[in-house]
């Protein structure tokens, strides 16, 4: 079933409507959140990873990504 949201937002379905996303705290990607497979538990908190190598990095030192300074970006390394 489709929706009309308005001449700006063009036709969406119900399921897009219902897509969560979340930024990766590493490189800053937006990241959907169903069935996400890159996935990190912190302190009671979920993150997400838009892949193997930014999960990796954050396991490694999660208080670094966390940092309120930390900038995301694509050359975290």
């Known amino acids: 079933m ?3 949201l308005g001449d700006q937002l063009g036709t969406v379905s119900a399921e897009e409507l219902m897509m969560a996303t979340a930024i990766d705290r590493v490189c800053g990607m937006e990241v959907e959140t169903n069935d996400a497979p890159y996935t990190a ?5 979920t993150y997400y990873f ?6 990796l990095d954050f396991r490694e030192d999660p208080e670094k990504f ?11 390394g």
């Not at 966390?66 to 975290?76: E, F, I, N, R, S």
């Open 50 to 55: 838009c892949g193997k190598g930014c999960l």
């Open 66 to 76: 966390l940092a309120p300074d930390y900038k995301p970006g694509m050359h975290h």
């Open 2 to 4: 489709r929706r009309r």
């Open 41 to 45: 538990e912190h302190e009671g908190t």
